[in-house]
């Protein structure tokens, strides 16, 4: 069977050899495309599998890095100003402004009450893929832990969009890192043997 994608092959073969993993390595960035996505968009194009496996890897894995320590850096300033308001509250009641403090920290609970539900019905509600990739994720996390979540994760959501989701719930970041790049590497592999098999396969 002949190749329907010349083209590609050509456009990739006018790129500088040393360039070619680094463009493997930029569509790995891209949402719903990621590593197995840039894998087999590399492979297809003519790039060696090895080559374009590892370029993709190191792509999603420096991506969902930077989703990980940007997402755990903000939900540490939002932990901060909640002790920092909490504290300040604590402070008023112990100096006899005791029904003020109890007005803030009534109000800054139906606050926060107000954010979670929001947020929980925005995740069991949602109609979109999105919102029911992160349902799917919040009850594989419950059942499998962060483990098993993470290797089946890529079934419902990006792995950058399951890493905010795993910081975002409180899990340290050390571990949604670890085995993110796990999930990351079996994905990616899996997907660059059966492209890389199923193209010997048509002859291309």
């Excluded at 073969?13 to 493997?24: A, H, K, Y």
């Amino acid at each position: 069977m002949d190749n329907p994608y010349p083209w590609l092959q050509d456009f990739i073969n006018q790129v500088p050899e040393i360039l070619q993993p680094v463009m493997v390595a930029l569509v790995a960035a891209i949402p719903y495309i990621e590593g197995e996505g840039a894998a087999a968009f590399g492979i297809i194009a003519g790039i060696n599998p090895i080559v374009a496996a590892l370029a993709a890897i190191t792509g999603n894995v420096l991506c969902v890095i930077a989703v990980v320590l940007l997402g755990s850096r903000i939900r540490g300033g939002v932990v901060a100003r909640r002790a920092t308001r909490s504290a300040a509250a604590s402070s008023a009641a112990e100096g006899g402004g005791s029904g003020l403090a109890t007005s803030t920290i009534a109000t800054a609970t139906a606050s926060d009450a107000d954010s979670v539900s929001g947020s929980a019905a925005a995740g069991e509600d949602d109609t979109t893929r999105r919102g029911k990739g992160r349902t799917k994720l919040r009850r594989w996390l419950v059942r499998f832990g962060v483990p098993g979540a993470s290797i089946l994760a890529p079934i419902a959501l990006p792995t950058m969009l399951t890493a905010a989701f795993f910081v975002a719930s409180g899990v340290r970041k050390e571990w949604v890192i670890l085995w993110q790049i796990i999930a990351i590497v079996l994905w990616t592999g899996a997907v660059a043997a059966a492209a890389a098999g199923l193209l010997a396969l048509l002859g291309w």
